[in-house]
């Protein structure tokens, strides 16, 4: 049985990315995934300086690592902040990119986003492409941008619109067919 791991990019009460992100967990457990959400909350992280290391690495580093290294899937929901990203998931990805062996070497990461705005996090989302991909992630094609968010999904955190539907359709084929061999 093929592994996942969750998260959301925004750790705040009531974030739409932590929606999709459950979302996004339902469908891969549904095409058969072993699903693990985690919250970054629980990854306390100061913001990244080099003169943090080598004595002052938070454990959370090292703990985060270990799941990113240990699932074959990898799920982030991220928001996208003036048309970047948000503090919390470049402080993430900066402190990992510090981990060895390389945490993003082995899983098939997806990504998506919510947003306020009509765009819905694709400028967002194409920094993020970037920036995993640079060091040496493999992240499958599927762009879920999401947005308007207060419109995007019904009561129970499923998306409304066809569009949007079939492109979570799409992101679950493709990380549960990709692999790395
Ligand atoms: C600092 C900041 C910058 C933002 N920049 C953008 C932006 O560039 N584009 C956009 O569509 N929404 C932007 N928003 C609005 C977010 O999309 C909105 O707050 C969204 O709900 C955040 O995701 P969350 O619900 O998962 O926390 C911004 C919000 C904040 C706080």
């Given at each position: 049985m093929k592994t996942a791991l969750t998260l959301s990019g925004s750790i705040r009460k009531g974030s739409y990315n932590r929606v999709l992100q459950q979302h996004v967990g339902r469908k891969l457990a549904e095409a058969g995934v072993e699903i693990r959400e985690i919250d970054l909350g629980d990854f306390p992280m100061p913001v990244?300086?080099?003169?943090?290391?080598p004595d002052r690495v938070p454990e959370a580093a090292g703990r985060l690592a270990e799941l990113w290294r240990s699932h074959d899937i990898v799920f982030i929901a991220s928001p996208e902040y003036n048309g970047g990203l948000s503090p919390l998931l470049v402080n993430t990805v900066t402190w990992l990119s510090?981990?060895?062996?390389?945490?993003?070497?082995h899983a098939v990461f997806g990504i998506g986003g919510v947003s306020s705005?009509?765009?819905?996090?694709i400028w967002g989302l194409s920094h993020l492409r970037e920036s995993l991909t640079k060091v040496g992630t493999l992240v499958v094609?599927?762009?879920?941008g999401i947005g308007?968010?207060?419109?995007?999904?019904d009561a129970n955190g499923n998306p409304v619109e066809p569009a949007i539907i079939r492109k979570v359709d799409q992101i679950v084929h493709e990380l549960t067919h990709f692999s790395r061999g």
């Open positions: 990244f300086n080099e003169d943090f290391e510090r981990q060895r062996p390389s945490p993003f070497r705005g009509k765009y819905g996090t094609p599927t762009l879920l308007p968010a207060e419109e995007a999904f």
